[in-house]
């Protein structure tokens, strides 16, 4: 018995002596012609059984499609870039508001979930909405952007649930980790649920990993082999060998069953329990994909200017309304806010007044826009008629215009300054305001330091 490479990662295979190959059957052969005897019995698996009841009951919900349409709209109006596998902290504290579920880890789940979808691209580290795929997914049904985001997780080899298994830390590029699969990995634990579980009962999740340990122990490890991946703890102990089974591949079908599946709304989840939705079925049967009907809703626009989106509402129409204006909150309904800065924003996308006042009154059902919008899309209708300029300012006020003027004519202290704003008043450099106040006292003058 040896080992070889293969795309699924290391393999078991047998070697068999030549003059052993000389006197064995060349075609396939039976068993008819053998005497009766009795057969080891193959054990392949005892069916979960169903939980009569469960607490703490967390339904799984299709918020990702609404989550996955805030991102996309996010990176086509700013083309954030990456770090790592997700967006830097100042992108963070901005997106992370409008989210229905604000984990990071989803975050990082939505954002490779999306290039493996063909939603996202990334070019020269910065993501964007790939246009290809774009408008079809977000023109689709719900259900039907659901079977795509579960498939695409389903097949992907960019996102490897094992390296975000909350309490492992992977060494990537150590051991024979470079030959991990995490689709092929994926596909036999979905088919080991798909044999194994009640299709519509509660089940225990530490009863199906018990299991798998009993009758697939080497599941993700094609070889046997538990000692050649560099896999710690956060305690920083590594993780090898039959002995860390349950913390690394007990902890992995944890996470598969209560993060990405729970996430993607195949799994309902309840203390140590899951449960198969439709969609959940539905990928493990891979036959006829659910089609519920989806309720419609309006987009709403009030006289302020404030845009009420629901979830209801086309993900396409909401995707739209978000890149020309301001965002407010998210959540079952979403705020916008049609201003100034939402505008001229659209306007850097091409996207003319003419554009959001015909979009909206088609998202109204043909209804006349409201006075207020009307005007303000009006007056912005050929840009902006001027500009200026809204900052924050260090200002150096005198007790007297004498004061002032020794400064402004001392080269020494002037430097210091920007624009005069009165008789006894200056604009102070934003990062000068400490050297001018030791130079000041080095002529002679007090500075009193108020509000910094």
């Known amino acids: 018995k040896g080992f070889e490479n293969a795309e699924t990662g290391a393999r078991s295979i047998i070697y068999i002596p030549d003059d052993m190959i000389q006197i064995l059957p060349t075609h396939k052969t039976a068993y008819e012609h053998l005497e009766d005897e009795d057969m080891p019995f193959v054990d392949e698996g005892s069916p979960i059984e169903p939980l009569d009841e469960v607490e703490d009951v967390r339904p799984a919900d299709t918020s990702l499609v609404d989550d996955m349409t805030t991102l996309l709209a996010y990176l086509r109006l700013y083309g954030p870039a990456l770090e790592g596998q997700t967006l830097g902290a100042e992108d963070l504290e901005a997106l992370l508001p409008h989210l229905i579920n604000a984990e990071p880890e989803r975050l990082v789940f939505s954002i490779l979930l999306g290039i493996s979808a063909d939603l996202i691209e990334v070019q020269g580290g910065r993501a964007y909405p790939k246009r290809s795929g774009l408008q079809r997914w977000l023109s689709a049904p719900r259900h039907e952007q659901v079977r795509q985001l579960a498939e695409a997780w389903r097949e992907s ?67 046997g082999d538990f000692d050649s991946w560099y896999i710690r703890s956060d305690s920083g102990d590594y993780l090898s060998g039959l002995e860390s089974w349950d913390a690394v591949e007990g902890a992995l079908i944890d996470f598969v069953i209560s993060g990405p599946m729970h996430w993607l709304g195949l799994t309902d989840l309840a203390d140590d329990a899951a449960r198969l939705t439709a969609y959940g079925r539905a990928l493990l049967e891979s036959g006829g994909w659910p089609q519920p009907a989806e309720p419609q809703d309006k987009v709403e626009v009030a006289q302020d200017g404030t845009i009420l989106v629901s979830r209801r509402v086309s993900r396409m129409d909401r995707f739209q309304v978000a890149r020309f204006s301001t965002w407010v909150s998210g959540g079952q309904v979403y705020e916008y806010r049609l201003d100034a800065r939402g505008i001229a924003r659209g306007a850097d996308q091409g996207i003319t007044t003419g554009h959001i006042a015909t979009f909206l009154t088609r998202a109204l059902g043909d209804q006349p826009l409201p006075p207020a919008v009307t005007r303000l899309l009006e007056n912005w209708k050929s840009g902006p008629t001027a500009s200026v300029t809204i900052e924050r300012l260090i200002v150096l006020r005198t007790t007297a215009p004498e004061t002032l003027e020794f400064i402004l004519d001392t080269p020494a202290l002037r430097r210091f300054l920007g624009a005069r704003l009165g008789p006894m008043a200056a604009a102070v450099r934003a990062d000068q305001w400490a050297a001018l106040r030791d130079a000041l006292g080095e002529h002679g003058i007090q500075a009193d330091i108020s509000g910094l």
């Open 157 to 223: 080899s960019l996102y490897t649930d094992l390296w975000h298994v909350p309490g492992l830390n992977v060494e990537k590029e150590a051991g024979t980790m470079h030959l991990y699969n995490p689709a092929a990995v994926r596909g036999l634990i979905i088919e080991m649920m798909k044999h194994a579980l009640p299709q519509q009962e509660w089940w225990s999740i530490e009863e199906f990993i018990d299991m798998v340990r009993e009758d697939q122990v080497d599941f993700q490890r094609p070889n």
